[in-house]
């Protein structure tokens, strides 16, 4: 069992920057296993949408078009956390952020391959 809180959302101009964390931790404590974490996104009205992932060592990491060269994912294992540095905010951005982890090292896309999920935090850009 992994519990996950997210944290660093907030209201910013477009063209500003805002970064998100993904605090983890186990059944014990801060032991969270080797588990890959993500980052996703809804907005009112759409569907949940996949953002970054990265691999529970870090060597491979994957991003939406929308976001790629404008948000980058990093973890610590040490730390049992996940940040999501996004710059260049857009209108477009506004969304309720997840983290997500699954019980496997490697990075996926899908949604359904995500066994835990944080309550969200609410990021929203301005024009």
């Known amino acids: 069992q992994v519990h996950l809180v997210e944290s660093g959302g907030g209201l910013v101009q477009a063209g500003g920057s805002l970064t998100l964390r993904c605090a983890a931790s186990g059944r014990t404590g801060s032991s969270v296993g080797s588990v890959a974490m993500g980052w996703f996104r809804q907005a009112p009205g759409k569907e949940r949408e996949f953002v970054a992932a990265?691999?529970?060592?870090?060597?491979?990491?994957d991003y939406a078009a929308s976001v790629k060269g404008r948000f980058t994912i990093s973890r610590d294992n040490a730390k049992n956390t996940v940040h999501l540095q996004m710059n260049s905010l857009q209108p477009e951005d506004t969304a309720v952020y997840f983290c997500?982890?699954?019980?496997?090292?490697?990075?996926?896309?899908?949604?359904?391959?995500?066994?835990?999920w944080g309550q969200g935090t609410q990021v929203t850009v301005s024009s």
């Open positions: 997500a982890a699954r019980k496997y090292s490697l990075v996926v896309r899908s949604a359904n391959s995500y066994d835990y």
């Open positions: 990265i691999s529970w060592a870090g060597g491979s990491i």
